[in-house]
């Protein structure tokens, strides 16, 4: 006899599957589940999951019915069968979070209690000298006539004089008070202008020396206005290169000589206890980055600092400004496997930000404005940052040491990428790098460079004068400032605070990009970064060293196309020569011709001459490490080769990436959007039809700018091959110098090899470990099935629970359109919409597993999922 299953019994079976599965993802043993099966089963509403929300809610003593969703109500349970011993008050940290209220909702708080304090960014003004002498000057003479009168009445009374006020306008604002900065001045001004003078007469002397002789290379010496315009140009980069050459040279002697008074770490902080109120926050500000390597970083960095017995003295921020749905929820979970894990709960907060204004450093001021007041210092980490405990707690006492100093930079070192072009920038980054920060730190002293991570930021300095107002005007070069790093410094300098290298620190470390590709999109942010702060070269207040920064930083980008027009000319005066009859006679009654005159042995010295200034830094550099110990970067023979290896290299990139840049400034100036995407964290290579999209014109150019100058002149070529030779083959270079298959096997042959890799620091082994040991993180659909996760999620959410009609009516809707189409047919602002508000979650969550008809198949086939590792931990 065939059994008929009616659709009734179908659904019933169906709706008791569904239960011993939700049950079956919850932390509880078999005699829990049967206990709670049954009392589910008791009520018989026809929806057992929706009977054990309610059987959840009333263990926690909340009423179900005065919800939405009953599985709202069942957060609080929930969330205690995943964290069933509380932390008690006493307790700094602990592995489990403080399950509290808000809103009349369960609620784990992600930061400490709110602190708010004022960071008022104030408007740059006027930011041409002129115009602002002419206004001040005007409001002088519109307040003349008055003190006239003033004194006129004075005079015509006989009485005791009143006291005179001045009603002269001033310019005195209070971000341009120094008075409460114990060292506005610096004592090391004095010394610090004897050596910027004797750079600058360095760099105008050899400049001058060099457009001297090029002038001879000229066929007319450059009388000819197209020569002249070429010199120009040569003196102008020339000028550029020379500043970078005499950097290196001092970076040098004072890395032989081993020692630089004026260095902040010259007098040892040593290893005093750190006082209590010298509290530190480390901040970590992250945008859809991978989550797995930013928490395994900043792991390794939290359990170093534990093991120096000072993570007392520190806590710890994620500040999230991502956007993607799937990485905030794996955010959220990978948070909480740190601090289960780590004990972190109370000292590691995590904070994501629902209105995401003035990128990076919005997401510092917003820190700033609600817990900036609870320490003294902020240490700013990369997404890819890695620091030491001993580094960290270093930087606190030498802030403590010296009360004057407002930021102290690290030296960050290159480290942890496989591709080939990775590896070699780091190699360049380790070996050329002390010389060019320590040679920067001679010059700069107390005006140094931040770079806007692995650094400490005294904090009440910084609340009150770096907070960044947009730039005037519009135009792509107006708005909030994107290159955030170099105006702080600024600013914190202007206020009489100083701004230093610590260079000689070890214990920092960050990552390379991965591939040509990825490092030039990064260039196209700074590139337009660097042009909108130099708009600020001339604003009021600024110390004249910071202004040669914005001055080196344009200049980084804009020496592209001045090299590209300078090629273009060279190019045009050889064409002129070859194709138009020289002009001996130029004026009326010459009495003797003017002959043009060529000189291929002057052109090959000043050639020599040149690339002399641009490779004799890289080997001094290896001379340095030669005499003072090469046995980390494989001996010196290995060390060498490397060098070879990379200035050919670096020779070949060089017409590439002047041809992007030259691309980047144009389009910051045409008005082209540069975008916003964070860098990968991983060891991506390039595709052979990415890379024909991206270098094909280049390959094009270089043929044909090869051909042209052969056709003109073909001795000439031999002096182009190094340009047009390079960008003739791009395409390889970018998609090969991408491979990781390259990279290891140069690690191999024992070339660009670096101390991080020949004997890798304590915490970056550990950083690779945590990385490999996470598990797949959930995102959002995960946040919506798993009972465990999903509770984890509404605690962690701000609950709105009085909100507008037509605001509830859209809720419901959004409800309806995830349940029915599916997680696929929602965008990321509207699944984040979900993820944000407790109750749209929860209601999500319960229709989902309620088994009704329009439940999506692919809510159906994550419910049938195994359960991520992740969550069953």
Avoid at 48 to 54: E, G, I, S
Avoid at 209 to 227: C, I, N, Q, R, W
Avoid at 304 to 320: K, N, V
Avoid at 790 to 807: F, K, M, S, Y
Wanted: charged letters at 20%.
């Amino acid at each position: 006899m065939e059994l008929h299953i009616t659709p009734q019994l179908r659904q019933t079976s169906a709706a008791s599957q569904a239960l011993e599965d939700y049950l079956a993802r919850l932390p509880l043993s078999a005699a829990q589940r049967q206990d709670l099966a049954a009392r589910a089963g008791a009520i018989g509403s026809g929806d057992p999951v929706a009977d054990l929300h309610r059987v959840l809610a009333e263990q926690s003593g909340r009423d179900a019915a005065a919800l939405p969703a009953a599985a709202q109500a069942s957060v609080d349970a929930r969330l205690r069968l995943m964290y069933p011993s509380q932390p008690s008050r006493s307790e700094a940290a602990s592995s489990a979070p403080a399950i509290g209220q808000e809103r009349g909702q369960p609620h784990i708080a992600f930061g400490p209690e709110l602190n708010r304090k004022s960071m008022v960014p104030r408007p740059w003004g006027e930011l041409n000298p002129f115009s602002r002498w002419v206004e001040e000057e005007n409001r002088r003479l519109e307040r003349r006539p008055s003190r006239w009168r003033r004194a006129r009445k004075g005079r015509a009374k006989v009485a005791e004089p009143a006291p005179v006020v001045d009603d002269e306008p001033r310019y005195i604002e209070d971000h341009l008070d120094q008075s409460e900065a114990p060292d506005p001045k610096g004592h090391w001004q004095h010394t610090g202008n004897i050596r910027r003078i004797t750079l600058l007469v360095l760099m105008v002397l050899q400049t001058s020396m060099a457009t001297y002789f090029m002038s001879d290379v000229l066929p007319y010496h450059g009388t000819k206005p197209l020569e002249m315009v070429v010199l120009f140009l040569f003196g102008l980069l020339f000028l550029w290169v020379s500043a970078g050459f005499w950097t290196a040279m001092t970076g040098f002697l004072v890395l032989m000589r081993g020692d630089d008074k004026y260095l902040i770490s010259h007098e040892k902080a040593g290893n005093n206890e750190i006082a209590p109120e010298a509290r530190t926050a480390i901040v970590m500000p992250i945008c859809n980055e991978d989550v797995a390597r930013v928490f395994a970083g900043l792991r390794a960095t939290y359990e170093s600092l534990e093991r120096t017995g000072q993570i007392a003295h520190f806590d710890f921020f994620i500040l999230s400004d991502s956007g993607e749905a799937d990485i905030c929820a794996a955010e959220t979970a990978a948070w909480n496997r740190l601090c289960r894990e780590t004990g972190g709960f109370g000292r590691i907060f995590y904070r994501h930000r629902r209105r995401r204004v003035k990128r990076k450093s919005g997401n510092l001021d917003d820190f700033c404005r609600r817990w900036g007041a609870d320490y003294r210092y902020m240490v700013v980490l990369d997404a890819d940052s890695v620091m030491t405990g001993e580094c960290l707690t270093k930087l606190t006492r030498l802030m403590e040491a010296h009360p004057g100093a407002g930021i102290i930079q690290t030296a960050p070192r290159a480290a942890g990428r496989d591709t080939l072009y990775a590896r070699i920038q780091q190699f360049s980054t380790r070996v050329y790098g002390p010389l060019f920060t320590a040679g920067l730190h001679y010059w700069q002293l107390g005006e140094s460079h931040f770079w806007g991570h692995n650094a400490i930021i005294r904090l009440q300095p910084f609340m009150k004068h770096c907070a960044l107002a947009p730039l005037p005007g519009k135009g792509n070069l107006s708005g909030p400032i994107m290159s955030h790093d170099f105006v702080e410094a600024s600013l914190m300098r202007r206020a009489g605070w100083s701004v230093w290298i610590a260079y000689d620190l070890d214990g920092s470390y960050e990552e390379m990009p991965p591939n040509l590709l990825d490092e030039l999109s990064r260039d196209r942010r700074w590139c337009q970064g660097n042009l909108m702060n130099f708009r600020l070269f001339l604003a009021r207040g600024m110390h004249v060293v910071h202004r040669a920064v914005f001055v080196t930083g344009v200049m980084a980008y804009v020496s592209a196309p001045l090299w590209g027009l300078f090629l273009i000319l060279s190019t045009v005066l050889l064409a002129a020569h070859t194709l138009i009859d020289p002009t001996y006679f130029t004026s009326p009654r010459q009495l003797f011709p003017i002959w043009p005159e060529w000189h291929p042995e002057k052109a090959l010295a000043l050639v020599s001459a040149t690339a002399t200034i641009l490779f004799l830094p890289k080997v001094l550099a290896v001379l340095l490490f030669a005499v003072k110990g090469a046995r980390g970067f494989g001996g010196a023979l290995a060390l060498l080769v490397s060098m070879l290896i990379e200035l050919l290299f670096s020779m070949a990139l060089a017409p590439v990436r002047m041809l992007f840049h030259t691309r980047f400034v144009l389009g910051a100036f045409l008005g082209w959007n540069a975008g916003w995407k964070s860098p990968p964290r991983a060891d991506n290579e390039t595709g052979w039809g990415e890379a024909v999209r991206r270098h094909g014109w280049h390959s094009v150019l270089g043929v044909a700018w090869g051909a042209l100058v052969y056709w003109l002149n073909p001795s000439f070529i031999w002096w182009l091959i190094p340009i047009a030779g390079s960008l003739a083959v791009s395409v390889p270079i970018s998609v090969l110098s991408s491979r990781v298959s390259y990279g290891r096997g140069f690690r191999r042959a024992g070339l660009f090899k670096i101390p991080e890799e020949t004997t890798p620091p304590f915490e970056l082994r550990e950083t690779v470990r945590h990385h490999d040991e996470t598990p797949p993180l959930p995102g959002f659909v995960e946040a919506v099935v798993d009972p465990s996760f999903n509770a984890l999620v509404c605690a962690t959410a701000h609950a709105h629970p009085q909100v507008p009609q037509l605001t509830r009516h859209l809720r419901e809707k959004l409800v309806r359109t995830a349940l029915k189409d599916g997680p696929d047919a929602l965008n990321d602002k509207q699944k984040n919409s979900i993820l944000e508000e407790p109750g749209l979650l929860s209601e999500l969550h319960q229709a989902v597993w309620s088994g009704v008809p329009e439940v999506h198949p692919d809510w159906r086939a994550a419910l049938a999922l195994q359960v991520p590792q992740a969550l069953a931990a």
